[in-house]
């Protein structure tokens, strides 16, 4: 037989690396990168740009933040100014089941005058029935506050009847909370509403609490069309410094258990894997003494047969036998890899200690985050404010209604002719009710019905930024610490400004392959908003098939996010160190992981176990801090921040959660893709040279130590 071809006995993830003796880290001779990628991205950046502009020019935040009364004009600011709530003069009138214009409205604005007040009222007050007298002067029946500003009690030759009748001023007020900024009766207090508090049209006062709660439901009707999202953006407005200052304190708990790695890296490691070990060891004794309780009582699972009910199964002697059963196995599992894999935690934990080492000697690293922070918030106030921008575009429609629908030439008016506020003169119109009165904002524009499809645009943008942004944090990083492992003399031969050589470096050609990575990670992470949306939307028909498919689908797309996120971390090593396009390095990334598999495995562990404690105090403590705030039990001095002013307290802190988490994530990517571009490096380093003079190792003496292995000398000539 002949002998066998060199290919049938190579490795299938290909031959280890060669020694070049011209390589000593990060190659300086590099050329552009995924060029086309790299033109795609600009071009997608500058449509998000005019996606921006587009937002700017037609859309108008104040809609979010401030009311408008009946003439269009906002409450709370400008000439309205210290004013910043609604007030109805008749709340009867938003009755859509009563009122012929409320209906044919559809609840989109309540046909009663509206004015900006600067506090709702508190009292039950009707105009009195000597108001009615001949003679009764009006400024001595009616309160100011809430009449319309076109009128003057001091000076008006107006009578009381003749005021009513154009709705200049309130017939009546009822005990009112601000919602939305809207004065709206205090539904709770009407049980208590007094016998002879009557309104016109009622005959009781329980009939006026009814018709005041109905026309109350509609008013809340009118709201919902938009008030989801009128509400959140209303709390962003009101807590976003807040906001800012929670995101700052994740940042600066983050920058310090990065200092702290430094010192205490190996025993944290150690003393978290005793406590894993520890706390599955209680979880064992526990179940242990729950089922010798349980099965002292002989409580058994066949005296209550089959059952759903989680809490009467954890009180049979199975379930917690069950428990027992798997914690003995993962302990022992847990043991056993730690007696046969200890060499390779000891690398691990070499690793992670040179990691520290390496952040010590390069310490400009820890600064990159504020780099990535200002990026990130960049990105996430870009999103926000063009989302914020593109929900509230549209000018305002103006109709003409008429606030007395029964007096004369009135009935005609259905609310659908357009006027101008400005010119619109109620004295030439038949109807002596008639009014100009804002209804709602434009949604017919070309600009306007393609709103959906430029929110979508402005997420696919957010998200590939964001992914950008953490993939040059990525391969900067990568392109520093590779410059570091690859100096044979540490820390002499590290070569000056490496995190902004690197970063120059990887800006200058591997914006397209930055690109190309992100923008895969992009596509996987926007089909699965696509799939928890359809989830969402269809959860009410879906039959046991369709739900099973969809949660496969979930976590199909959920585990190849995880994939591509850790092959784009060692790719844009490979990148940084050996300036190849995207898929090359990919592959040459991947394939040497999997001729090391085990210790990819044990060390991304022991890593992740590590950085998952810090995320877990960074995220933890901050949310919790969030959480006793933004619910008031933290109070602020004075009027600095109201917690019962927002809608949903819930909003601000979930921000600030997610916000924490990403912020925590960016900063110890630093730690991660330290370890990581050191781990690489040290596969290549294993792969490359032998120790011998030609060939060198750099590694540290530590990982050589763990591993058996030193450099050799060269040999001195005899003289």
């Known amino acids: 037989m002949g002998k066998k071809k060199e290919n049938d006995s190579s490795d299938p993830y290909g031959e280890p690396a060669k020694h070049d003796p011209t390589f000593n880290g990060p190659l300086k001779n590099r050329s552009c990168t995924d060029v086309i990628c790299c033109i795609f991205f600009m071009v997608f950046i500058g449509g998000y740009l005019v996606v921006g502009v587009l937002a700017w020019l037609y859309g108008d935040p104040r809609q979010v933040i ?98 009513l009748s154009k709705e200049l001023c309130a017939r009546f007020y009822i005990p009112s909370t601000p919602v939305f900024n809207r004065c709206i009766p205090k539904i709770a207090d009407l049980p208590g509403i007094p016998s002879n508090f009557t309104l016109p049209g009622t005959a009781t006062a329980n009939e006026t609490a009814s018709s005041i709660m109905s026309a109350t439901g509609d008013l809340f009707m009118g709201f919902n069309a938009k008030a989801l999202g009128v509400k959140i953006f209303e ?23 990065l200092l702290l790695l430094r010192f205490v890296a190996g025993v944290m490691v150690w003393v978290l894997i005793v406590g894993v070990i520890g706390v599955i060891g209680y979880g064992i004794w526990h179940c242990y003494w729950e089922y010798s309780n349980y099965k002292a009582n002989n409580a058994s699972i066949s005296a209550i047969g089959f059952t759903s009910d989680v809490s ?4 049979v002697q199975e379930t917690w036998l ?53 990026l990130l918030v960049i990105c996430v106030a870009y999103w926000g404010i063009t989302a914020l921008y593109l929900a509230t575009s549209g000018v305002p429609l103006y109709r003409v209604m008429a606030l007395n629908h029964s007096l004369p030439n009135c009935a005609s008016i259905n609310g659908t002719e357009p006027c101008d506020p400005l010119s619109f003169n109620a004295s030439s119109s038949p109807c002596e009710s008639a009014r100009c009165m804002f209804l709602k904002y434009n949604e017919e524009g070309l600009f306007q019905q393609n709103l959906f499809n430029l929110q979508i645009y402005n997420v696919l943008g957010f998200l590939w930024c964001m992914n950008f942004v953490l993939a040059l944090g990525q391969c900067t990083m990568a392109g520093a610490f590779a410059s570091y492992y690859w ?17 120059l470096r990887t800006l200058r050609y591997h914006v397209g392959s930055l690109a190309f990575g992100s923008l895969i990670l992009t596509i996987v992470q926007f089909i699965r908003i696509i799939l928890e949306y359809l989830d969402h939307k269809f959860k009410a028909a879906q039959n046991p098939c369709t739900r099973f498919i969809m949660c496969c689908l979930k976590c199909c797309f959920w585990c190849l996010e995880k994939f591509i996120k850790f092959l784009n971390r060692n790719a844009y090593i490979m990148i940084a160190v050996y300036g190849k396009n995207f898929c090359t390095s990919a592959k040459n990334a991947f394939c040497l992981l999997m001729r090391n598999i085990v210790r990819v495995v044990v060390l991304d562990k022991v890593t992740d176990l590590l950085l998952l404690f810090g995320k877990l105090m960074v995220v933890g403590g901050v949310g919790v801090l969030a959480f006793f705030f933004f619910s008031g039990r933290i109070e602020m001095p004075g009027e600095t921040f109201s917690a019962s002013s927002l809608n949903y307290y819930w909003v601000p802190i979930i921000t600030v959660v997610v916000g924490s988490y990403m912020i925590a994530k960016g900063f110890f990517s630093v730690y991660s893709m330290c370890v990581d571009t050191l781990f690489l490096c040290f596969l290549e380093d294993l792969e490359r040279n032998d120790g011998s003079p030609e060939k060198p190792y750099y590694m540290p003496k530590s990982l050589m130590k763990i591993l058996s292995k030193k450099n050799k000398q060269p040999k001195q000539n005899k003289k």
Not at 132 to 154: E, H, T
Not at 312 to 315: C, P
Not at 345 to 361: R, V
Request: glycine share 6%.
């Open 66 to 163: 401030y009311p408008r009364n009946s003439t269009g004009v906002f409450c709370g600011i400008g000439p309205n100014e210290g004013k910043p709530y609604v007030f109805y003069f008749d709340i009867l009138k938003c009755a859509t089941g009563t009122n012929i214009m409320a209906a044919a409205l559809n609840g989109l604005q309540c046909p009663t005058t509206q004015v900006c007040v600067n506090t709702c009222p508190n009292s039950y007050w009707i105009v009195p029935l000597s108001g009615y007298f001949p003679g009764a002067n009006p400024r001595d029946v009616f309160n100011d506050k809430y009449c319309s500003p076109a009128i003057d009690l001091q000076t008006t030759k107006l009578t009381v009847d003749q005021i």
């Open 487 to 503: 100096a044979f003399s540490k820390p002499g031969d590290l070569p000056y400004f490496p995190v902004a050589s690197s970063f």
């Open 312 to 315: 009467v199964l954890l009180r």
């Open 235 to 257: 709390d962003f407005a009101k807590s976003w410094y807040w906001i800012l200052i929670g995101l700052l304190i994740a940042m600066l708990a983050s920058l310090l258990f």
């Open 322 to 374: 069950a428990f027992l059963i798997i914690l003995a196995v993962l302990e022992v599992v847990l043991l056993l890899s730690l007696i046969f894999l200890r060499k390779r935690i000891l690398i691990a934990i070499a690793l992670i200690k040179e990691a520290s080492k390496a952040i010590g000697h390069i310490m400009c690293s820890l600064l990159y985050p504020l780099v990535t922070f200002v």
